[in-house]
Every structure is written in structure tokens, then in C-alpha cells.
Nanobody
Framework: QVQLVESGGGLVQAGGSLRLSCAAS????????MGWFRQAPGKEREVVAA????????DYSDSVKGRFTISRDIAKNTVDLQMNILQPEDTAVYYC???????????????????WGKGTLVTVSS
């Protein structure tokens, strides 16, 4: 079992930055690939970033590429999402996710996630 708890959400102006963090517990966390999803009101949940179990490979959706950075600290059992140049369309609930294999955004389908966090709200004002 892996438990995931997100933090770091909040209100930020367009052009600003936020850093989300996901704290994981469970003995096998280091063997899981990790991802960040987001879900805006009235829209489907979508993956925005993924990282493989070693942290050696990262992948991003086109909508955030060049602005967001995913990283993990296996010793601290954390996965972070640094979000820069935020835009109003980035407003959403952001979810941390874990799956046993993979590490690209293509691997992280909603149905392919093994564990979810409860989410943290990010609001970007114009």
C-alpha cells in the first residue's frame, strides 16, 4: 500500500509560481512511478507530468512542457511539481498518483493508476 498526501496548492497571480509536494508513505514507494494529474471544473482528469521509479526519466504533457518540472526524492519519499509561468488555464485540483510500472505520461491513464492522493487546489488569477 502507498498513501499519498499533496500540499502546496493555493492562489497565485498569472505569471507566478507554485511548488506542489506529495508525501508518500509505504515501504514500496521507491518502486513506483509517480505522476501529477489535474482536473479543472467540468473537465476530465488529465496527466501533466510523470517520473519513473529511479527519477532518471521525466515526461510532460504539451500544455505544461517547459513550465513545469517534476522531481522526486526517494530518501524523503516525496515527489514535487514546480510550476512556473502559471496561467489561468492551469487552475485545477492537482492530484499525485502512483503506478507500479512505466514513467511516461502515456503510461499514466486514469484507469492505470494504483494509488491516488486527495488533491490540492491551485487557482491562478488573471
Amino acid at each position: 500500500q502507498v498513501q499519498l498526501v499533496e500540499s502546496g496548492g493555493g492562489l497565485v497571480q498569472a505569471g507566478g509560481s507554485l511548488r506542489l509536494s506529495c508525501a508518500a508513505s509505504g515501504r514500496t514507494f521507491s518502486s513506483y512511478a509517480m505522476g501529477w494529474f489535474r482536473q479543472a471544473p467540468g473537465k476530465e482528469r488529465e496527466v501533466v507530468a510523470a517520473i519513473n521509479w529511479t527519477g532518471s526519466r521525466t515526461d510532460y504533457s504539451d500544455s505544461v512542457k517547459g513550465r513545469f518540472t517534476i522531481s522526486r526524492d526517494i530518501a524523503k519519499n516525496t515527489v514535487d511539481l514546480q510550476m512556473n509561468i502559471l496561467q489561468p488555464e492551469d487552475t485545477a485540483v492537482y492530484y499525485c498518483a502512483a503506478r507500479k510500472f512505466g514513467g511516461s505520461t502515456k503510461d499514466f491513464t486514469v484507469g492505470g493508476v494504483d494509488f491516488w492522493g486527495k488533491g490540492t487546489l491551485v487557482t491562478v488569477s488573471s
